[in-house]
Every structure is written in C-alpha cells, then in structure tokens.
C-alpha cells in the first residue's frame, strides 16, 4: 500500500536542486546524507542547544509565541534552540515580562522588563539577562512577529556571549588566511523580498557551521552573491531559478557557481519568501561549502 506523502516530502521534491560547480569537485546530489569526511567546513559545531520554556508575565497569548521570538534570535547567533522540549544534556531559558512600576504607557507603546534566566541541564542557574524596553502596544498585544523580535534581539545577543564564550567575530574559516570572513552579498532579481530572504537564510545557515560571517566585504573574503529568476506563472506554479556565485574580494573570476531550479507552487509564494527561501538555502548550503573548501588556498 502507498503512503501518502508528507507536507515536508512534498516541499523537499519541489526544490530539487542542480548543482553545477566552474574548476571544482564534483558535487553531491541534492538530499543526500552530507559526507562528514575531512570538510571542516561541513561539520556543524558540536554545541549543546537550549530550551525555552513559554515566557510568563506580562505577555501575549500564551507566551508561546515570545519564546519562540527568542529562540529564533538566538539559532541566527548559531545555537540550537527549541521551544519546549530539550533532553539531559539542554540548558534551559526561562523568560519573565513585567509592567515596569511608576511608568506609565504612553496610549503608544507598553513600557516593558524583560527577564531571562539560563540555567545548565542540571538545574544550576548560570546567568540572568534582564532588559527594560518600550514596545508598540498594539503589535505587542497581538503578538505580531516582528515586535516581538525587537523586543527580545537585545537579550538574545547578550545571551548568545553567555553561551559560547565568545564572539563569532573570532571564528575562522578552515584553509583560509587568518581573518578571512565569508559575507552573503546581493541576490539579485525579483521581487525585492525573495532577494532579502534568500540572502538572510544563506547567512544563517553558515552562521550554524560556526563560520566568520561579515556584513561588508574587504579583499580577500568569500563573497556568495545570487541571481535569481521567477519566471510567469501558468495558473498553478511557475519556474525558479536560482544561481550562487562564489568568489573571492577583489580578484578576478568565480571559485564556482551552483544552480538551483524547479517550478514553486503559487500559493507557497503568496505565503511569503521566509520559509521557501531557508528550504532552498538548507539545500544550496553543502554545495557553497564544498565550492569554498574546494578552493582553499590551503589545501
């Protein structure tokens, strides 16, 4: 008997991806198990995550959604985070919101403290962050995204230092000079908004492979730039491709260009480029990697 496929299977075949690299190794297929062979590049950092329990307080909903403010915040500081669930091994973050006292709302924005507290998998308390902020009152109350993650992004990057002990800043990218960072440049195409997806989701992506991500580039760093094209629809679906280009600042030529194609469902499209484009970058990421180890002045 056939299973029925699942929503994820479904999403996972409409972005099969063909990966073509100018002057270096040959590729792996789209969906195959990564090789965790001798690419530095392709083993993701061995850090114990964190869990966040649903923020108490003075919240929206439930608090479930400003947990999962924080979480995201911190995964794009490359820690693994989840909402709710951890094991014996997963330090925890419990997170308080107060009506700060004597200061009142303003009929605009809600004069807020927000509280965390880290502790180890053993129950030992290993720090508090606390910050005092003024949100919309209206976006925060109906727990609107984006009001919440400029709420919490503060705390997150004071609780990302907690964590790992040191700053990205300082991570280095294997077979390189020292100090070479690698910087996710202009997706070009439209719409606007597919580009500035496409270009965050790569950023966080080699961010979770504890790499040197910079916003500007200086001579000699990796520069992955983008061109994208969506092609006109026929009612139902319509084409997109996708090319990365790598290369390095200031020198002539590609260290190589990867190409993803396939027809996007309408509807995934009108729901917005956030989601599509971290599926397309989780598939792109082991190509890119592989172009950058592959060019290594190093090896």
Request: include cysteine; hydrophobic fraction near 40%.
């Amino acid at each position: 008997m056939r299973t029925r496929p699942t929503r994820a299977t479904a999403v996972a075949a409409c972005l099969a991806v063909l990966l073509a690299v100018t002057g270096c190794t040959q590729l792996p297929r789209p969906f195959q198990p990564v090789d965790k062979g001798g690419n530095a590049l392709l083993r993701l950092p061995d850090r114990t995550g964190v869990a966040i329990s649903p923020v108490t307080g003075a919240v929206p909903g439930d608090g479930q959604a400003l947990a999962g403010a924080m979480a995201e915040a911190l995964r794009t500081r490359n820690i693994p985070t989840s909402v709710g669930s951890g094991n014996s091994q997963t330090r925890w973050l419990l997170g308080h919101v107060d009506r700060r006292d004597g200061d009142a709302a303003n009929g605009a924005a809600l004069p807020l403290r927000l509280t965390w507290e880290l502790y180890d998998a053993d129950g030992e308390r290993l720090g508090t962050v606390e910050h005092t902020r003024r949100v919309p009152d209206r976006a925060w109350r109906a727990g609107e995204s984006g009001a919440l993650g400029r709420a919490v992004r503060p705390a997150a990057a004071e609780l990302a230092a907690m964590i790992q002990g040191r700053s990205g800043e300082t991570a280095a990218l294997p077979g390189y000079p020292e100090g070479t960072r690698v910087i996710v440049g202009n997706i070009r195409g439209e719409p606007d908004a597919a580009g500035r997806a496409l270009a965050q989701a790569m950023a966080s992506r080699l961010r979770q492979r504890d790499l040197p991500v910079a916003d500007r580039a200086q001579p000699g760093d990796v520069v992955i730039d983008g061109e994208l094209s969506l092609g006109e629809s026929n009612g139902t679906n319509r084409p997109l491709e996708l090319v990365w280009i790598v290369r390095r600042a200031g020198s002539e030529g590609r260290m190589g260009d990867l190409r993803q194609a396939n027809r996007v469902a309408d509807a995934r499209i009108r729901r917005g480029w956030d989601r599509l484009a971290g599926l397309i970058a989780r598939a792109a990421t082991p190509g890119v990697l592989r172009v950058i180890e592959a060019k290594a002045p190093g090896r």
